[in-house]
């Protein structure tokens, strides 16, 4: 007799001929139950995605952003200068013919009559010249672009820093909206269970209509703070998809890890330390105070004088052949390069008071996200360690004493309010603290805080 909660498919009633042959194959029940089992979960296992950590996150960030993508560029430009930079003047080669008459002739010396010779009496004439560079202008101008490359890389590294601040930033937004969510639907379920007992109450005579149907229309203030999460969630998503360039669906993409806070902080001093070792606009503004020096030094070189080395070989009759050597030298007596060794000199302390202000917005950075995330920390912890229990001990004594008449209805909607009030301040409060981390470790310049 079949089982009426798991009827067998026709399939499975017939008969295989490979298997009465020979039992080297499964029996067709096993096979058909096989199939039926891998078509219901391969959905599941298709659709499903594990969620992602911070670590993958970035990674996918750093692999798929086409901003960052488009900055690494500018490296492979600059190392491209590079070679540019390092490359030899190219020689001259010079070749003439001249005296060429086309109206000439002359007797021939066989028979005596005129023939036609138009390069008869022509003369030849070829030169070779190089520009030597003095003064070390091609290793400036390596030493130069070079630094040019130091500066670029330090640049991506800064924009780098600042777009992951804003990936970090939404992908605390994600969480701080997951646990909103979380904590929305347990309210509401916490408040459908209040609703359970009380109407309980109603049909035993304990409770006025008017009372639960008070409670019954507090229902939708549960029911919008649980809709509102979730379009937070979907928003803080979507804002994360967009930076990671992805285009998988919402309902496929999760992220995971902790939403909770650390009470260990270490002094300033430290944070400040770190940030003058590792922050890459201000290794930028460094390198560029060496960069204007290098470009001074090359400025001064580029007012000596270069010479320019011939060789020249012709031919003149009576003379079948000969050559020549010559040294061209340009007299500087105008243009010795004034104006762009002036210009280069007033770079060099330019730079140096953008590097001035380069460390003094690093100390202002670095103060003002320290002193975010102790505040958050200060608040965090009386939540923590008093006023959650307060108010969810608060609760449970008002609702109890409500249901057994010791309590107003307006008494236990309040403690009721408040408590959302401090829990959602408390969700709140973890997510300041995450972001405050977030921008003390964009202003430190690398991860302190994880």
Request: aromatic residues 8%.
């Amino acid at each position: 007799m079949r089982d009426p909660f798991f009827p067998v498919p026709s399939i499975v009633m017939r008969t295989s001929p490979t298997s009465e042959r020979g039992n080297t194959r499964r029996p067709p029940l096993l096979r058909a139950c096989s199939a039926i089992l891998a078509a219901g979960f391969l959905p599941a296992v298709v659709s499903a995605q594990a969620p992602f950590t911070w670590q993958q996150v970035k990674d996918r960030f750093q692999a798929a952003n086409p901003t960052l993508r488009a900055a690494q560029l500018s490296i492979d430009e600059s190392r491209a200068a590079e070679i540019t930079a390092y490359l030899r003047p190219n020689p001259d080669l010079t070749g003439t013919i001249d005296q060429i008459n086309p109206l000439s002739t002359i007797p021939s010396p066989v028979s005596g009559n005129s023939v036609y010779r138009p390069f008869a009496n022509t003369l030849p004439f070829g030169s070779l010249s190089y520009l030597h560079e003095r003064g070390h202008k091609r290793e400036l101008r390596l030493e130069s672009a070079r630094k040019s490359t130091d500066i670029s890389a330090s640049t991506y590294s800064d924009q780098e820093r600042t777009l992951l601040f804003n990936l970090r930033n939404a992908f605390v937004q994600t969480l701080q909206a997951k646990v909103v969510r979380q904590n929305a639907r347990e309210n509401l379920d916490y408040w459908d269970r209040e609703l359970s007992v009380n109407r309980t109450r109603f049909r035993a005579g304990d409770m006025a209509q008017v009372d639960l149907n008070r409670l019954e229309l507090q229902r939708i203030q549960f029911e919008s703070d649980l809709e509102t999460a979730t379009v937070n969630l979907r928003t803080a998503k979507i804002q994360l998809l967009t930076l990671l360039n992805d285009r998988t669906p919402i309902e496929q993409f999760d992220v995971i890890g902790p939403f909770d806070f650390s009470d260990t902080l270490m002094p300033l001093e430290e944070f400040r330390t770190i940030a003058m070792a590792e922050r890459p606009d201000l290794k930028a503004a460094l390198q560029s105070v060496e960069l204007a020096k290098t470009n001074h030094l090359l400025a001064v070189a580029n007012g000596s004088t270069d010479p320019t080395f011939g060789m020249d070989f012709a031919r003149n009759p009576p003379i079948p052949v000969y050559f020549g050597v010559s040294v061209s030298i340009p007299l500087r007596i105008f243009d010795r390069n004034q104006g762009e060794k002036a210009r280069t000199q007033i770079d060099i302390g330019r730079s140096e008071r953008l590097r001035d202000a380069a460390q003094a917005q690093v100390f202002s950075d670095v103060d003002s996200s320290y002193v975010t995330i102790a505040s958050a920390l200060n608040l965090l912890r009386p939540y923590r360690d008093k006023y959650l229990k307060l108010a969810e001990d608060t609760r449970d004594k008002i609702s109890f004493s409500y249901q057994n008449g010791g309590a107003s209805l307006l008494d236990f909607l309040d403690v009721e309010k408040s408590y959302r009030d401090t829990r959602l301040a408390y969700l709140n409060l973890i997510g300041s603290y995450l972001t405050a981390a977030a921008q003390l470790n964009m202003a430190v310049g690398r991860e302190t805080i994880q």
